[in-house]
């Protein structure tokens, strides 16, 4: 029963370091771009909080496949495929998951404002100093938030992981597919207690999150 547990947190948390990666530099960009692209982007970001997670799951599969096009690039470099794999389930997750990492830090990165970063100017800090000493201490609670929802987030998938990875044990075996597993062969004892592992975790979660934007608010 512990197989699912392990492998929902790698994935997570690889999945939240691969999104602190790639997000916060797009979200740097969103909270101070002037381009009329960016409501395009920002639409584009946030299309994984409105796609039914089978439908975001069907074209990931489409284009991961050993006949997609990133799929068949990968198997010719690599021999292997990225569907039903544990690195195809990264990938997807940080499509899936991008929103929750995005959205957080933009947000974090506005609330900064302009005062402290034209200040760190004037001192002569170049701009990846500027963000590097200034804007990122003071954007704290926006990475704890984006932590903390990318890796819930991320541990409490199916459909995408299903459509992408399958039920492979100990690859793609994730606590949500082990659960529906459990109830398909009527094991509700073991899904029960996967199920309230996650229900708390869930809580906790949002405990913490709630209390962060509170504490920011009240400062």
Known sequence: MLGPVWLSVKLAAVTVVVLLAIGTPLAWWLAWTQSRTRAFVEALVALPLVLPPTVLGFYLLVLLGPAGAIGGFWVAMTGSTLTFSFTGLVIASVIYSFPFVVQPLQTAFEGVGRGPLEAAATLGAGRLESFLRVASPLAVR?????????????LGEFGVVLMVGGNIPGQTRVISIAIYEHVETLAYDRANILSAGLLAFSFVVLLVVYTINRGARFR
Request: glycine letters at 16%; charged letters at 0%; aromatic letters at 16%.
């Open 142 to 154: 926006g990475y704890i938030t984006a932590i903390v929802l990318g890796f819930a987030h991320t």
